[in-house]
């Protein structure tokens, strides 16, 4: 049995139900959406012969659409919607099943749908507050952006918002990611204090570590174009290259196109210097499982959090970010904490850095 402040809670409408069969709640951070999926088992009797509903699920009538709230060892952990029920019975048992994401989902997998689908001269800032205007979310920015305007900038007939945003985001070093209460997260370069400290031995429950330089290249290259004009046309404005060096072992070069026009070259380098560092952010990534939920004894882990891992057996002692944060509960494992721990710059972090 989970001790008294790991429980997980769903809130429906002023109803709330805790006597969960398993409990899965994953913040990403460098994604769309929260994700969650809950699981009941009957514990009543199975069969009500009168014909009247089963015990339990006369219980638990959450259903998709409705709006909800989940707390985990008390705090507050995600505000979204349930948006799938499964339930399977027979004569001997019978569950339910819950699953449903956070509130950012619904705008994440609309079309963009603005009265001109102009964004011409806008920052990808006023781009994502123009995009979700329509919606009940909120724009949260992490660190330093790159606000220079895109010069020329459209979206394709029914592109996703987020896929639109997703795009844009890129030749700007932009991350795009959400968080648990609604919010999507614009992240930019910044520096965050580690909060936690993961040693081998000691409060590292289990570990898998890769390390690898399969992502990554000796020369990252953007190719682009810009609008022509009377001083910039024919082939520097239709044949426009950047290029950055990497550190891949093996000689190799990659060549990316640049996704939609550029005013410089200056944007053309930043975009090919972006590549590089997402491609070299990937040699490490660590999956670190914790008991419980609470990572000192009063606050639930999250994902963006950076910590300190030392693990001689994954030959690591490094900052790394967390980018997935997977709370878990049930009989067999009991209640624990999975995160998916990456290079710190993968996600615009750097130690170094200062917003001056």
């Not at 494992?333 to 917003?355: E, H, K």
């Amino acid at each position: 049995m989970p001790k008294p402040q790991e429980v997980a809670v769903l809130e429906v409408n002023g109803l709330k139900f805790e006597d969960w069969e398993s409990v899965w709640v994953q913040e990403r951070w460098a994604d769309s959406f929260t994700y969650f999926r809950f699981t009941a088992a009957e514990r009543d009797p199975i069969i009500n012969r009168r014909g009247g509903p089963f015990p339990l699920i006369s219980k638990l009538q959450f259903k998709p659409g409705d709006r909800c709230t989940i707390t985990l060892a008390g705090q507050l952990a995600v505000t979204g919607f349930i948006e799938t029920r499964q339930v399977a019975y027979d004569a001997f048992q019978h569950g339910v099943m819950l699953i449903g994401k956070s509130d950012t989902a619904g705008p994440a997998k609309s079309s963009v749908d603005t009265k001109t689908g102009n964004f011409d001269k806008k920052n990808i800032l006023q781009v994502a507050q123009e995009v979700l205007s329509d919606y009940p979310v909120g724009i949260k920015v992490i660190g330093a952006l790159d606000l220079t305007p895109f010069d020329k900038l459209q979206n394709e007939k029914g592109e996703l918002i987020w896929d639109f945003l997703e795009r844009i985001a890129r030749p700007r070093g932009v991350v795009m990611g959400s968080d648990s209460h609604g919010n999507f997260l614009l992240i930019g370069e910044h520096a965050f204090p580690v909060i936690a400290q993961l040693v081998e031995g000691q409060n590292i429950k289990s570990c898998q570590c890769i390390i690898t330089e399969e992502h990554t290249y000796s020369e990252y290259r953007v190719d682009g174009q810009a609008p022509a004009s009377d001083d910039n046309s024919g082939t520097a404005a239709s044949e426009m290259k950047a290029k950055v060096g990497g550190t891949s072992p093996v000689f190799s070069k990659l060549i990316t196109a640049a996704e939609q026009p550029v005013k410089t070259i200056a944007e053309l380098q930043a975009r090919a210097k972006n590549e590089s560092i997402w491609h070299e952010g990937t040699k490490i990534q660590a999956t670190i499982v914790v008991q419980g939920w609470l990572r000192d004894g009063s606050a639930l882990w999250h994902a963006g959090e950076e910590v300190s891992v030392y693990s001689p057996m994954a030959m690591l002692n490094n900052t790394l970010k967390i980018q997935n944060c997977t709370f878990t509960q049930d009989n067999s494992s009991g209640t624990i904490t999975t995160l998916d721990l990456v290079s710190p710059n993968l996600l615009r972090s750097r130690s170094d850095f200062n917003p001056g």
